[in-house]
Nanobody, 116 residues
Framework: QAQLVESGGGLVQPGGSLRLSCAASASIFGNYAMGWYRQAPGKQRDLVAS???????NYVDSVKGRFSVSRDNAKNTVFLQMNSLKPEDTAVYYCYAARPLHATYWGQGTQVTVSS
């Protein structure tokens, strides 16, 4: 059964950094675009960053220049490096894997809190 397992969230001060990891089962990693959404309390879940099977990244404007998404094909893992974190980045971050005409897979979510 396909599975996404996230790790790396936590509490960080403004201006700090965190790296999120998402380990995917081999059955989906090579065939799915992957990325990250986030959901703040009382708000909808929004796309943060995505990366194609070929490794091309895309970012929402609010994180451009601060966040970097990458994938390690040898480890079936996608990463989200988050630098210069701001309080407004506080949210639950969800890894996803998507492919046209197929169901989308989701991770369990990991909390990121940016606070002094």
């Amino acid at each position: 059964q396909a599975q996404l397992v996230e790790s790396g969230g936590g509490l960080v001060q403004p201006g700090g950094s965190l790296r999120l990891s998402c380990a995917a089962s081999a059955s989906i990693f090579g065939n799915y675009a992957m990325g990250w959404y986030r959901q703040a309390p009382g708000k909808q879940r929004d796309l943060v960053a995505s990366i194609t099977t070929g490794g091309s990244p895309n970012y929402v404007d609010s994180v451009k220049g601060r966040f970097s998404v990458s994938r390690d094909n040898a480890k079936n893992t996608v990463f989200l490096q988050m630098n210069s974190l701001k309080p407004e980045d506080t949210a639950v971050y969800y890894c996803y894997a998507a492919r046209p005409l197929h169901a989308t897979y989701w991770g369990q979510g990991t909390q990121v809190t940016v606070s002094s």
